[in-house]
Structures are given as C-alpha cells and as structure tokens.
C-alpha cells in the first residue's frame, strides 16, 4: 500500500511551493514539504503563514499556522503527525516554510496547501479564508 501526497501552492503570487507535484510514500514513512515565500517577511505580524490539506471527499483540514512573531497554532487532532518549522531571510527574498509529515498513513493521502492570510480577512468574518487557489 501506498500514500500519495499532492504538493499545491496557493496561486498567490507570494508563495511559491518548491517540492515536486507529488510524493509517494510507504505507511510508517516521514516526508517534508517545503514552501519558498517570497514578497512579504514572516516575521511582518500582518500575516499568517501556514497549512492546510484536503483529503480527498472531505473538506479541508486546518493543520498549522504562524502570524509573524507571535507563536505557533496547530490543530490539536494533527500536532503528533505534523510539525510546522520556518527559516526567514533577512531580505525577505528566500524565506522557507516546512511541514514535516510522520508516521504516514493510508488516511494522510491528501492534497497539501501551503497558504497565508492577512489581519483584514481574520477581522471580516464573512470573507474570512486561506488564501488558496484549488
């Protein structure tokens, strides 16, 4: 048995997701995904950078987000299978986000959306969303 993983970024200009379209990988097994930002500091509280998955016929699960220099948020259901970790440039021009997968299992087969958001749509509830382009 198998667990395929679709890497996708967002389609914001911002991110760009530097890891091949997909992996495949045996039950039991670890994996990172690796997404470059770029246009904006993650350290700029103005943001939340994160991830999001979306196994297929069901909705998108909410795995981690950071806002700048504040602290990590994670869903509590996900923290023991996914860690979220970042480096930042002090030029804003390679800064990377992670997100370590362990322990795999066949239900972990999902699409997996690195994404940010910004203060404006957290403070507007109706238009409230990851950025994401599906």
């Known amino acids: 048995m198998e667990i ?12 760009d997701l530097i890891q091949p379209d997909s992996n495949v990988v045996q039950p039991g097994q670890s994996l990172t995904i690796t997404c470059q930002v770029s246009g904006y500091s993650l350290t700029d509280d103005s943001y939340a950078t994160g991830w999001i998955r979306q196994c297929e ?44 997968l362990s322990n795999l299992k066949p239900e972990d087969s999902a699409v997996y959306y690195c994404a940010k958001r910004t203060h404006t749509e957290h403070l507007f509830p109706k238009t409230y969303r990851w950025q994401q382009n599906i």
Do not use: E
């Open 4 to 15: 395929m993983l679709i890497c996708v970024s967002t389609g914001v200009n911002s991110i």
């Open 57 to 100: 016929g069901k909705p998108m699960d909410w795995i981690s987000h950071q806002w700048g220099t504040s602290g990590l948020r994670q869903n509590n259901a996900l923290k023991n299978k996914f860690s979220y970790s970042r480096d930042t440039s002090k030029d804003n021009s390679n800064s990377m986000v992670y997100l370590r």
